[in-house]
């Protein structure tokens, strides 16, 4: 019984910060109506923010630095410096970033909270010094003794500093002029408008408070929690979590909720630690509890969980078909094997990337584009399909391509399982169960000692009628036989999509996009539909996992992280969701594919990769939600396209 209570107060450190962020969470809902995905990044910033003025007195900033003394500074100057410089960063987010995409369809919000996400967490490596940094104490270092157990003083403040930022934040939204105003403007911004409150001011408001308090927060828990250069982004989930099981209206709710969780995951690390517990439930399980907490919230509340009134929307970018799709075919498929043909070492593999990339992004543009599921798992599926090439070709010896065909079928059956809750959700609801399985099946999965061993994945390469596909070929990186496997298979899957498309399953997706009430009434099956589109945009990026685990020859955790399908999302969205070329674009700018080689053997700014690509995901979406293909497009045809090719739907 002691050493449960011990890790029940072992988890209020993280569950402190997941509760705030999960307040913070409700009131940014409450003032913009937009589930901010970077609030975990903000948090993030500024502890290290804090952690670089206790080492240095520099105060980093996004862009140069400021010196402000030659003596480390003092611990409580350097706290009240890092709020400041988060709440400064959050109301940046807010003029820049979601005050231009106010009235923006929920894809446009989405998108633009996850780069900004991703370029705080970028900047941090490339600002700070990460390595070897610890974080000193700042609380105290007292403790209790309560029933044989030795507690520490210092995480009882950190619940008691959480549960009252959450009190505060809930008297503010009940008790204070501008805190009724925001919730009146959420209930009828229009209405709000005409009685001459400004929602805009209202939001700012907020952002400056949740910045702060949310800042503070992670600072206090940092020397408890440890300084990673990234961990901080990803408690957003838990604290989303606990947000949709306070059905983003309460925010007291959702403060109890991130601390249950937090308690949760540690009593589920005391039990990994038991005998009896299985071999593969020892690391991972941890962090697939919000995954779980997510898919039953939404499951059971989803219907409950209120819609903010608002202007109005914009509507979806247009979807648009090839108008000739063979004959682009065949101009692309010339255009690959001449870059085949011209390069080698590494702008080959690049090439070769980027064509596996472009059907990666293929699946987005299916599901996101045409059928409007805001998916943020697609590298979760590749993964599920790259790891289970590597058990087919070295354990079963299952041969070429029946192997490829078998590892995407299983990513197909996860696909329709991370889409479930798409039955009952849409949105930037969807988008965080996506994001919270993708995480899980990284973690539980891709990340487990048990499951993928510390050497990696090892992937025997394809044999087809006694022809060696492989990649390798002594020093040659990537052999034109592989290449050439890889263009067949893309090209194969490509125009088979566009058939798909163009016909009466297309239709579907379109109409289910739309408008699914008036779907149903036309005798559209919306449930048979979406899980139709997670199935075929599982398989899809289930057999790029596959062409990547066979470029690689060895399949890690780092092959597919959260963040690299972040940033395959960044560039289907920067190339143009919703169009066929949008995926080739996003291909070509893909993460290690032909930019990146550029950027990284010709400019060397290959460790710029991630911040760049988040940057032009933001301003895609606030400047240009078609995207590079539709602008491109818009630019070479004044005219509209020929009717019947260019359909344009409201969104849902």
Wanted: with cysteine; aromatic share 6%.
């Amino acid at each position: 019984m002691d050493q449960v209570l011990l890790f029940i107060t072992l988890g209020f450190a993280g569950g402190a910060v997941y509760a705030v962020i999960a307040a913070s969470i409700v009131s940014l809902h409450a003032a913009t109506g937009v589930l901010n995905f970077a609030q975990g990044s903000l948090a993030l910033w500024g502890v290290w923010v804090v952690a670089e003025l206790r080492d240095s007195a520099t105060l980093v900033l996004p862009v140069g630095s400021v010196v402000l003394g030659s003596q480390p500074m003092p611990a409580w100057p350097a706290v009240a410096l890092g709020v400041l410089s988060v709440t400064g960063l959050a109301f940046a987010a807010h003029l820049l970033v979601f005050r231009p995409l106010r009235t923006a369809p929920p894809l446009a919000q989405v998108v633009a909270s996850v780069g900004l996400m991703l370029a705080i967490a970028s900047l941090v490596p490339l600002r700070f010094s990460t390595d070897g940094v610890l974080a000193p104490p700042l609380l105290t270092d007292r403790t209790l003794s309560v029933a044989g157990t030795v507690i520490n003083v210092s995480d009882l403040i950190l619940l008691a500093t959480a549960l009252t930022v959450g009190v505060a934040l809930s008297a503010y939204f009940r008790f204070t002029r501008w805190g009724v105003a925001t919730r009146a403007a959420a209930e009828d911004e229009l209405a709000a408008r005409l009685t001459g409150l400004s929602p805009d001011r209202l939001a700012g408001a907020v952002w400056l408070l949740t910045g702060a308090a949310t800042s503070l927060v992670a600072i206090l828990a940092a020397p408890t929690l440890g300084l990673d250069p990234i961990g901080y982004m990803f408690y957003v989930l838990p604290g989303l979590a606990a947000a949709l099981l306070a059905r983003l209206t309460s925010i007291i709710v959702a403060c109890v909720a991130g601390v249950a969780i937090g308690v949760l995951q540690a009593i589920l690390l005391l039990l990994s630690t038991s005998d009896g517990w299985p071999a593969w439930a020892q690391a991972g399980l941890g962090d697939a509890v919000p995954f779980v907490i997510v898919v039953v919230a939404l499951v059971v509340l989803g219907r409950s969980i209120p819609a903010r009134g608002t202007l109005g929307t914009m509507r979806m970018p247009a979807v648009v078909l090839p108008r000739r799709p063979w004959r682009a075919a065949a101009l692309l498929t010339v255009a690959a094997a001449l870059a085949i043909g011209l390069t080698e070492g590494s702008w080959r593999f690049g090439v070769v990337t980027s064509i596996i990339m472009a059907l990666i992004a293929l699946s987005l543009v299916v599901l996101t584009g045409y059928l409007g599921q805001i998916s943020l798992a697609s590298m979760a599926f590749a993964g599920t399909g790259g790891f289970v090439l590597s058990r087919a070709t070295m354990a079963w010896n299952v041969p070429f391509p029946v192997s490829v065909l078998l590892s995407a079928g299983v990513a197909t059956l996860v696909g329709v399982i991370v889409g479930l809750p798409a039955l009952r959700v849409r949105g930037a609801q969807l988008a965080v169960v996506t994001l919270a399985g993708a995480v899980a099946v990284q973690q539980v999965a891709f990340a487990n000692p048990a499951l993928t061993p510390f050497e990696g994945n090892l992937i025997d390469g394809p044999t087809l009628f006694g022809l060696d596909l492989a990649v390798r070929d002594g020093t040659d990186l990537t052999t034109s036989a592989f290449a050439a496997t890889v263009v067949v298979i893309v090209g194969v899957l490509a125009m088979a999509v566009v058939r798909l498309l163009a016909g009466s399953s297309g239709r579907s997706f379109l109409a289910v996009r739309s408008n699914e009430r008036a779907a149903a009434s036309a005798g559209i099956d919306v449930a048979r539909v979406k899980l139709a589109g997670f199935a075929l945009s599982a398989f899809l990026a289930g057999v790029g996992g596959c062409l990547i685990g066979y470029s690689r020859s060895q399949l890690s955790v780092e092959s597919f992280n959260v963040i690299v399908g972040l940033s395959v999302l960044c560039m289907a969205y920067v190339g143009g969701i919703t169009r066929i070329s949008g995926a080739l674009i996003a291909g070509l700018i893909a993460p290690l594919g032909v930019l990146y080689t550029l950027l990284n053997t010709t400019l060397g700014l290959g460790h710029y990769y991630t911040l760049i690509a988040a940057c032009a995901l933001v301003l895609t979406a606030v400047l240009n939600p078609v995207g590079i293909a539709g602008g491109t497009s818009g630019l070479l045809h004044r005219r509209p396209p020929s009717k019947g090719r260019a359909l344009t739907f409201s969104p849902p």
